[in-house]
C-alpha cells in the first residue's frame, strides 16, 4: 500500500459545502420526523428520522472528505451511515407502514441489519492508498478499492438494493392507491439518491453531492406534500395517512 504523502492533496470546496447544505436538510427532515414519532407514536416515522439522520451524518462525513481529506473512520463513517444503513432503515419504515401488526419483525430485521453493517465496517481494513488516491483527484474513493473486496464491501448489495426495492415498491404502490402524487416524489427522491453511485463508478465525483442533496430535498418535499391533510372524504384520508 502506497502512504498518503505521495500523492498532492486537492481539495474541493464547492461540492463540500453542497454535501453540508444536503446534511442541514437531511437533519431537518431527520426533526420532523422525530417530531411526529413523539406526537403520534408510529414506528415508521421513528425508522425513518433515524435513517434520515444517518443521511445527515453521511453527508458531513462526505463533506469533509471533500474539504479536508479522507480518513479510514472518516471514510467508514461515510460507507456505514450514507451506503448501508440509511437505505434499509428506510425500507423498515415502509414495512411499517405496509404491514404494521409485524412491528417487533421489522425491528428485529432492522437491528440483525444494523449490527451486520457495524460488524462489517468495523473488522474490515481500509486501504490507506485507495484514500490518498481519491484525495489527489478530489473524488470519494470507491467502495469496493478502499475496502479491497472485504465483507464491508460484500454487504453493500444485499442491504441497500434490498431495501431500495423496498422502498421505491411501496412507496409507488401507496402512492397510487391514495392518489397522492407526494409520495410518488418520495420515491423519486430515494431513486435520485440511489443513482449516486453511478456517478462514483463514471469518474464525476463532484456531482455525487449534488446529487445526494436533491435527493432527499426531493424525499423531504414530498413527505411534506403527503403530510397536508387531505379534501377527500375521511374514509380516503384514513388510508392516505400512512404517508
Same mark, same amino acid.
Given at each position: 500500500m502506497g502512504g498518503r504523502g505521495q500523492y498532492p492533496r486537492r481539495t474541493m470546496i464547492l461540492p463540500?459545502? *453542497?454535501?453540508? +447544505?444536503g446534511a442541514v436538510v437531511a437533519g431537518a427532515f431527520a426533526a420532523q420526523l422525530a417530531a411526529q414519532f413523539r406526537a403520534r407514536r408510529r414506528p415508521h416515522a421513528l425508522a425513518w428520522a433515524l435513517s434520515l439522520a444517518l443521511y445527515a451524518v453521511g453527508m458531513v462525513a462526505l463533506a469533509a472528505g471533500f474539504a479536508l481529506a479522507w480518513t479510514p473512520a472518516g471514510f467508514g *463513517?461515510?460507507?456505514l451511515a450514507g451506503a448501508l444503513l440509511n437505505v434499509p432503515l428506510l425500507a423498515v419504515g415502509q414495512l411499517h407502514l405496509l404491514w404494521p401488526d409485524k412491528t417487533p419483525i421489522w425491528w428485529t430485521l432492522a437491528g440483525l441489519a444494523t449490527i451486520w453493517a457495524l460488524v462489517a465496517v468495523v473488522t474490515t481494513p481500509v486501504d490507506a492508498s485507495a484514500l490518498a488516491?481519491?484525495?489527489? &483527484? @478530489? @473524488?470519494i474513493p470507491l467502495g469496493g478499492e478502499a475496502y479491497g473486496g472485504g465483507l464491508a464491501w460484500t454487504v453493500l448489495r444485499p442491504l441497500t438494493f434490498g431495501g431500495a426495492v423496498v422502498v421505491l415498491? @411501496? &412507496?409507488i404502490w401507496s402512492g397510487v392507491r391514495t392518489r397522492r402524487p407526494g409520495i410518488l416524489l418520495i420515491s423519486l427522491g430515494v431513486a435520485f439518491a440511489a443513482s449516486s453511485s453511478a456517478? *462514483?463508478?463514471a469518474g464525476y465525483d463532484?456531482? +455525487?453531492a449534488v446529487v445526494l442533496t436533491l435527493g432527499v430535498a426531493i424525499m423531504y418535499a414530498g413527505f411534506r =406534500?403527503? =403530510?397536508?391533510? =387531505?379534501r377527500r372524504p375521511s374514509s380516503d384520508r384514513t388510508q392516505a395517512s400512512s404517508a
Open positions: 463540500a459545502t *453542497v454535501a453540508f +447544505v *463513517v461515510y460507507w488516491a481519491a484525495d489527489a &483527484t @478530489g @473524488g415498491a @411501496g &412507496t456517478f *462514483v463508478r463532484e456531482l +455525487v =406534500s403527503a =403530510s397536508k391533510p =387531505s
